[in-house]
């Protein structure tokens, strides 16, 4: 139903900031909400920032929080995550997914069928 492309990855030295883009079509008349992930090589698939269909509701993983901020516009179809102050342990690549509905969305990656392919942020000086 909702197709997801991610860009605005790249390289960027500790403290700097990258903004991602989160492209959505298919059935963008359904309410969907938006969660950002992020999988770094050996760990675990990590939940980021999710947002809801109005963008009334967020809610951030304690890892970043104070750093990241998620927004979305739902006139461009679009879904965005900037980020400062990035670390090094920010290295991953990074994916939007999407859920159809309007309820509160959690961090849980399992509750988004709906997945981009990625976009990598690498943080190195």
């Known amino acids: 139903q909702l197709q997801l492309v991610e860009s605005g990855g790249g390289l960027v030295q500790p403290g700097g900031s990258l903004r991602l883009s989160c492209a959505v079509s298919?059935?963008?008349?359904?309410?969907?909400?938006v969660g950002w992930f992020r999988q770094a090589p050996g760990k675990e698939r990590e939940g980021v920032s999710v947002i809801s269909n109005s963008g009334g509701v967020t809610n951030y993983a304690d890892s970043i929080k104070g750093r990241f901020t998620i927004s979305k516009d739902n006139a461009k179809n679009a879904v965005y995550l900037q980020m400062n102050s990035l670390k090094p342990e920010d290295t991953a690549l990074y994916f939007c997914?999407?859920?159809?509905?309007?309820?509160?969305?959690?961090?849980?990656?399992?509750?988004?069928?709906?997945w981009g392919q990625g976009t990598q942020v690498t943080v190195s000086s």
């Open positions: 997914a999407a859920k159809i509905g309007i309820g509160i969305p959690g961090l849980k990656f399992n509750e988004y069928p709906y």
């Open positions: 298919g059935s963008t008349r359904k309410s969907y909400a």
